[in-house]
């Protein structure tokens, strides 16, 4: 099963500072069909003006995954933590038993990026949070993860669930083959870019939902940047 959510269609909030678009229910938008995706609660796609940010908030027994499209994102959290993710990279926080952390554009040029939160299989651990450079060459043509349940044999960013959140540049024409299991919950989104998954075209910042599929085929109509997540 393949359904696509257009990008139009997608939950819609205009802060003046935050330009937000939900592919799951979250803050003031409410759809009962959207409440998430295998073990992915929420998926924004977020645009944030120069200057302006998130004030310090709290969370929980959540993983947050943000990938930075363009311009750069500063993190500064309770724990001590603060760090610039830039474009192209990306930082996870691991909730855990609670931590309050802030997040704010201090570049002179918007910031474009998905945040991604995924149900923990694991709870009540102590928070974590980290950065990656991934330098897009690295991802060019194929998929790179990013961020896993399993972090060592993956090299990537640890997450506390069940989960692989993966990234690729294909130039047009080009392909990346994932390979899932029928039981598994996917969920794709070009950043950039018109593709084809499993034959099916999807424009840029469409939400594609999958799960039933062995594998998962992307092919760019136009030069793509792509994000995937797979989990349970």
Known sequence: MIEIRPFAGLGHADHGWLDARHHFSFANYRDPDRMGWGAIRVWNDDTIAPGTGFDPHPHNDMEIVTFVRTGAITHR????????TAAGDVQVMSAGT??????????DVATTLFQIWIR???ISEAPSWGQREFPSGERAGRWEIVAS??????????????????AASLAAG???????GPERHCYLVAA??????????????????????????????????VVLVDTV
Do not use: Y
């Open 77 to 84: 959290d309770s724990l001590g933590n603060e760090g610039r």
């Open 98 to 107: 609670g931590i309050v952390h802030s997040e704010h554009n201090r570049e």
């Open 120 to 122: 923990p299989t694991r």
């Open 149 to 166: 349940g399993d972090p060592v044999t993956d090299a990537a960013l640890p997450l506390r669930a069940d989960a692989k959140v993966l």
């Open 174 to 180: 080009q392909s990346a083959k994932f390979a899932t």
């Open 192 to 225: 950039s870019g018109r593709i084809l998954v499993n034959g099916i075209q999807a424009e840029a910042r469409d939400g594609i939902a999958i799960t039933g599929e062995a594998s998962i085929l992307v092919e760019a109509i136009d030069q793509a940047e």
